[in-house]
């Protein structure tokens, strides 16, 4: 977990350099970086009070000498996974910078053509209709996947019993804020549905503020960040976490890294990982944030990169294994 530490580490020092380059305000962008970073801290070491006993249970049930030796694993890829919001902040904000965004007109033709001329958001409201969905957006989107989106590698480490598989998708998950979050969002530079008509003009998501507001997003959290959001887009500068990106889905990947793993740590926990996944590719719908073919393309990628990765994990095991027989046949030929 030392290279995924190092890697990380070497993203954040990118992503501040890249900063520096960009804004004047770089001073205040460190700062509030720094103050983020303790802040962070400082809610993991509260947390230890409800974590305390699932650490207890994974002690007992694990032993204490594997414990003991996923220590040094755990810290590293702690810090990894406090360190990692940052340097995405910085490069999530820095993508109309870079490249203007021009996406939404494709993204949005494609997306309706794909779903039978009919745009998927339609869809799911005629099919939802409920005044407290903006209740269900904030504790589904917003809070609950906050917990895999921060904790799900420190999760892996401390608890997975398959070395191979562990540090599979612990690369993946890291890797996938950088491929999905940031270079094919740099690729795919675009604002989603909701900020459709103010990027572009016109009325093509004219009827989808109406029906978030028949919702109840008006009244959520997560309605007042995507005003916040734009109102800052608007006022220029950054801020850490403010940056808008829609294609393709960082929530989706998130999500189905996680249906993944339950899916192959047990099979008992699949429906329950997989029933996550789809409320939060539906949600990112509902809400607005997302097209139906960011959560798509996010699904395409992770599955492209775990494949890579189990690939690779073969080959190596492969060659230590034929370098056991080779030496063990050495051995023999002296003897």
Same mark, same amino acid.
């Given at each position: 977990?030392?290279?995924?530490?190092?890697?990380?580490?070497?993203?954040?020092?990118?992503?501040?350099?890249?900063?520096?380059?960009?804004?004047?305000?770089?001073?205040?962008?460190?700062?509030?970086?720094?103050?983020?970073?303790?802040?962070?801290? *400082? #809610?993991?070491?509260? $947390? &230890?009070?409800? +974590?305390? @006993? %699932?650490?207890?249970?994974? =002690?007992?049930?694990?032993?204490?000498?594997?414990?003991?030796?996923?220590?040094?694993?755990?810290?590293?890829?702690?810090?990894?996974?406090?360190?990692?919001?940052?340097?995405?902040?910085?490069?999530?904000?820095?993508?109309?910078?870079?490249?203007?965004?021009?996406?939404?007109?494709?993204?949005?033709?494609?997306?309706?053509?794909?779903?039978?001329?009919?745009?998927?958001?339609?869809?799911?409201?005629?099919?939802?209709?409920?005044?407290?969905?903006?209740?269900?957006?904030?504790?589904?989107?917003?809070?609950?996947?906050?917990?895999?989106?921060?904790?799900?590698?420190?999760?892996?480490?401390?608890?997975?019993?398959?070395?191979?598989?562990?540090?599979?998708?612990?690369?993946?998950?890291?890797?996938?804020?950088?491929?999905?979050? *940031? #270079?094919?969002?740099? $690729? &795919?530079?675009? +604002?989603? @549905? %909701?900020?459709?008509?103010? =990027?572009?003009?016109?009325?093509?998501?004219?009827?989808?503020?109406?029906?978030?507001?028949?919702?109840?997003?008006?009244?959520?959290?997560?309605?007042?960040?995507?005003?916040?959001?734009?109102?800052?887009?608007?006022?220029?500068?950054?801020?850490?976490?403010?940056?808008?990106?829609?294609?393709?889905?960082?929530?989706?990947?998130?999500?189905?890294?996680?249906?993944?793993?339950?899916?192959?740590?047990?099979?008992?926990?699949?429906?329950?990982?997989?029933?996550?996944?789809?409320?939060?590719?539906?949600?990112?719908?509902?809400?607005?944030?997302?097209?139906?073919?960011?959560?798509?393309?996010?699904?395409?990628?992770?599955?492209?990169?775990?494949?890579?990765?189990?690939?690779?994990?073969?080959?190596?095991?492969?060659?230590?294994?034929?370098?056991?027989?080779? $030496?063990?046949?050495?051995?023999?030929?002296?003897?």
């Amino acid at each position: 977990m030392n290279k995924v530490f190092r890697a990380v580490f070497l993203y954040l020092v990118a992503s501040l350099l890249l900063a520096a380059f960009l804004y004047d305000d770089f001073p205040r962008l460190l700062r509030a970086a720094l103050g983020t970073t303790i802040h962070s801290l *400082n #809610l993991m070491i509260g $947390a &230890g009070y409800y +974590v305390a @006993p %699932v650490l207890v249970a994974v =002690l007992l049930a694990f032993g204490w000498r594997r414990m003991a030796a996923r220590t040094a694993p755990l810290i590293f890829v702690t810090l990894a996974s406090v360190l990692l919001p940052i340097g995405f902040s910085f490069m999530k904000n820095a993508i109309p910078e870079i490249v203007p965004y021009y996406a939404d007109p494709a993204l949005a033709s494609f997306d309706r053509w794909l779903h039978l001329g009919q745009d998927p958001w339609r869809l799911l409201h005629d099919w939802i209709d409920s005044p407290t969905m903006g209740r269900v957006v904030d504790a589904v989107y917003l809070n609950a996947w906050a917990l895999p989106a921060f904790a799900f590698p420190i999760v892996v480490v401390a608890t997975e019993t398959d070395e191979a598989r562990m540090t599979r998708y612990v690369w993946l998950f890291f890797i996938s804020w950088f491929v999905v979050g *940031n #270079l094919l969002a740099l $690729a &795919g530079s675009s +604002v989603g @549905p %909701v900020y459709y008509d103010r =990027l572009v003009g016109g009325e093509r998501f004219a009827a989808l503020a109406g029906a978030l507001g028949a919702g109840g997003m008006g009244e959520s959290a997560m309605g007042a960040i995507q005003e916040r959001l734009w109102a800052r887009y608007e006022g220029g500068g950054v801020d850490l976490g403010l940056g808008i990106s829609a294609f393709p889905s960082m929530h989706v990947a998130v999500a189905f890294i996680t249906a993944l793993y339950l899916s192959e740590r047990a099979k008992w926990i699949a429906p329950l990982g997989f029933a996550f996944f789809a409320a939060i590719l539906l949600l990112s719908v509902y809400s607005g944030y997302h097209y139906a073919i960011d959560g798509y393309a996010s699904v395409a990628v992770v599955l492209g990169l775990n494949a890579v990765l189990k690939r690779r994990a073969e080959r190596r095991q492969g060659a230590t294994i034929l370098r056991s027989v080779a $030496a063990s046949q050495l051995l023999h030929s002296a003897r």
